[in-house]
């Protein structure tokens, strides 16, 4: 849906409201045509049916304008009399036309002055659940939502287990392009595993101002830019679905390329523009190694004891493991008395990947040594040839393409590119890329797997580990509330946060105390 085709839209449900309660402006004393002005007549209703002016803003906040929408219909028709059960529900299930009904055959009176209190203690309940979803359905979309570390790709920095608040408000919060979807989940309704959401219509992509931008070695949350999973259904048929973009799988990785770098992986390590990428001091790199020992391992005493962040056999007999560590892990676990050898795994692949980017045998590189590659940016041009191709084609058919409503195709013909058919030699990107790429280094499907994170995948950034636990459930308290970013060892601010739930309690309760007196 582009902004033309949503202005269209809105001005037909202004058209419809108008038709359907100009009547009723007239009985609660206002002028009929009140009820034509956009936005205007939002403000006059809410005077009309006693509530509060800011609930217009909410009529026009995606997600929430769906919960919003049927109480307002609801309010209308209490505002006139209408109180019955049954009114209640024939006002919702007709998506609000039952009120058409009410303007034209009904003789009401307009009751200015009723109760806004619930009758009913039933009536009470569902009106603080609806009110306490908007809030969290505001914060979840524009200021914070939970995440939950589930790999090992970023480990050292974050752990699985690891529960997140991930800001949207760092690199400016995206509003949802899902017009229609069950509040505060993402593509799947749990328990009963059905798509939580319907792929039309989609509003036009649009992110609110941040007051930061994506800087080299931040921890980023961003939707998997290939994602056509079928989560829904648990994987169950093997299909692939369209997603749209904010429907996809949520993926955290460390940005380590930024829009106009030129990267490269030698060794495993990644140099951009020539000189090798430092990381901060939290983060640490691991890599994979094959291990020979004397007699089988207890792999959880090892994993524990020398710090390393995935251990496993890798033959019947025992003898013969590989592991993910860092180098002083290495350097600890390569004395063990039962280790035999350690080899690193780090060595260039006989045999190409055919699962690294680009996926083109022009360039047979693997997880070790990768590159050197663009990463596009936004108004910069690239040449064009069957040579390059493979780096952009699905920027150009897909992320600048199906995505952005444009039917782009790309062909080969003889040692030409063609775009719909007509040859091109350059292209001129529309948006900002990324490169995103784990810390685990042999570990990590990151965009060496499907290549460049587009802009508008970007969710946000994670600030704050507020809870965590092992793999065994029991918690690592040294974890709770702490920062994601900074220097040095993450100091928890558990004892901090405790303190001012207590503090506000106290003030609470002598607050109320004072009132009662």
Not at 299 to 319: Q, W
Not at 338 to 347: W, Y
Not at 452 to 478: A, I, L, Q
């Amino acid at each position: 849906m582009t902004f033309t085709t949503l202005l269209l839209f809105i001005l037909i449900i202004q058209a419809i409201h108008f038709l359907g309660t100009w009547k009723l402006y007239k009985l609660a004393g206002r002028k009929a045509w009140e009820a034509a002005i956009p936005v205007y007549n939002a403000v006059v209703l809410m005077k009309i049916i006693n509530r509060p002016w800011w609930w217009v803003i909410l009529l026009f906040v995606p997600i929430v304008n769906l919960i919003m929408f049927p109480v307002v219909w609801v309010e209308t028709l209490r505002s006139f009399g209408r109180n019955s059960t049954a009114d209640t529900w024939l006002g919702i299930l007709t998506l609000g036309l039952y009120i058409y009904y009410i303007n034209y055959t009904q003789d009401v009176k307009y009751i200015g002055e009723r109760s806004l209190t619930p009758r009913t203690s039933t009536g009470e309940w569902i009106s603080s659940i609806l009110f306490a979803v908007v809030a969290a359905t505001i914060v979840h979309t524009y200021f914070m939502q939970p995440f939950t570390i589930p790999t090992s790709s970023l480990e050292k920095t974050l752990l699985v287990g690891d529960f997140l608040f991930v800001s949207k408000f760092h690199y400016g919060a995206r509003t949802p392009l899902t017009a229609v979807s069950f509040p505060m989940v993402h593509d799947t309704i749990p328990v009963v595993r059905k798509k939580s959401y319907s792929t039309k219509p989609q509003l036009p992509y649009f992110r609110l101002p941040g007051f930061q931008k994506i800087k080299h070695n931040d921890i980023v949350v961003f939707n998997w830019p290939i994602d056509t999973v079928n989560a829904f259904q648990q994987y169950s048929d093997g299909k692939h679905y369209y997603k749209p973009i904010d429907k996809k799988s949520n993926y955290v990785k460390r940005c380590v390329g930024l829009p106009g770098d030129s990267l490269e992986v030698r060794d495993g390590f990644v140099y951009i523009n020539g000189k090798q990428n430092e990381l901060p001091d939290r983060a640490k790199l691991q890599f994979a190694y094959a291990i020979s020992v004397k007699k089988p391992l207890n792999l959880k005493y090892i994993a524990d004891r020398y710090d390393i962040t995935d251990i496993y056999p890798v033959n019947r007999e025992g003898s013969l493991y590989q592991a993910h560590m860092t180098t002083e892990a290495y350097e600890k676990f390569k004395n063990y008395p039962d280790v035999n050898q350690i080899v690193s795994l780090k060595n260039k692949s006989e045999n190409w990947e055919k699962g690294i980017f680009p996926h083109d045998p022009q360039y047979q590189w693997d997880v070790n040594f990768f590159g050197p590659i663009y990463i596009p940016k936004k108004d910069a041009s690239v040449a064009i040839n069957t040579e390059s191709i493979s780096f952009y084609k699905r920027i150009i058919e897909v992320y600048e393409g199906s995505e952005m409503g444009l039917n782009n195709e790309i062909t080969i013909s003889g040692t030409q590119v063609l775009l719909n058919g007509s040859a091109i030699t350059e292209y001129t990107f529309l948006q900002d890329y990324y490169w995103m790429m784990g810390d685990n280094r042999n570990n990590s499907e990151d965009a060496r797997s499907w290549g460049y994170t587009p802009y508008n995948h970007v969710v946000g950034k994670p600030v704050f580990v507020w809870m965590s636990y092992n793999s065994d459930w029991k918690p690592r308290w040294e974890r709770f509330f702490t920062t994601v970013g900074g220097n040095g060892k993450p100091v928890s601010y558990l004892y901090y946060f405790l303190g001012l739930v207590v503090a506000w309690y106290v003030f609470s309760f002598f607050r109320k105390k004072k009132k009662k007196a």
